[in-house]
Nanobody, 120 residues
Framework: QVQLVESGGGLVQPGGSLRLSCAAS????????MGWYRQAPGKQRELVAA???????NYADSVKGRFTISRDNAKNTVYLQMNSLKPEDTAVYYC??????????????WGQGTQVTVSS
């Protein structure tokens, strides 16, 4: 049974920062690439950042240079540091399993997500 609990979202002005956290209960957490997905209103869910079990990272062009993904395997936790936020980053953010190539590979379970709203 997998459980994913995201937190850290909120309302922030353009140019601001947020740090998201995801606590995972999956026993296989440390062996898989994990990622952060986001879904904006009316759009498909997309994987924007991924971190391998060894700590290698990859980012979608839309967030590269602004977002940093990291993980702590001892705590079964994934983080997303988001800087220089833009209104187009507004979305519900979810963590889940992914691939280093940013192809979706989620568990058959999604957490509730955390809302990020970037607005002045």
């Amino acid at each position: 049974q997998v459980q994913l609990v995201e937190s850290g979202g909120g309302l922030v002005q353009p140019g601001g920062s947020l740090r998201l956290s995801c606590a995972a209960s999956a026993t296989t957490f440390s062996t898989y690439t994990m990622g952060w997905y986001r879904q904006a209103p009316g759009k498909q869910r997309e994987l924007v950042a991924a971190v391998t079990s060894g700590g290698s990272t990859n980012y979608a062009d839309s967030v590269k240079g602004r977002f940093t993904i990291s993980r702590d395997n001892a705590k079964n936790t994934v983080y997303l540091q988001m800087n220089s936020l833009k209104p187009e980053d507004t979305a519900v953010y979810y963590c889940n399993r992914g691939t280093r190539w940013l192809a979706p590979f989620p568990y058959n379970y999604w957490g509730q997500g955390t809302q990020v709203t970037v607005s002045s």
